[in-house]
């Protein structure tokens, strides 16, 4: 799970680079599920929830930005 208070500290870039590591991870542990390497099936919804709050950082970065 991501640490907001530890995300709102980073830059731009480092967050989009957070953010395309979370996709791969999301992606090699939807892959584990479904061959049945990974048992907690949970993982996958906890992942799409970090790249939310991700992607969310990085907007309110970005709205920062513009004023």
Do not use: C, G
């Not at 530890?6 to 590591?21: A, N, S």
């Not at 907007?59 to 004023?67: D, I, V």
């Amino acid at each position: 799970m991501i640490d907001i208070k530890e995300f709102r500290k980073k830059e731009l870039e480092d967050l989009k680079k957070e953010l395309t590591k979370v996709k791969k991870d999301l992606q090699k542990t939807i892959s584990d599920v479904l061959q049945k390497k990974e048992k907690n099936i949970k993982k996958a919804s906890q992942l799409r929830k970090d790249i939310a709050r991700v992607q969310t950082l990085i907007n309110e970065k970005l709205k920062e930005e513009q004023k």
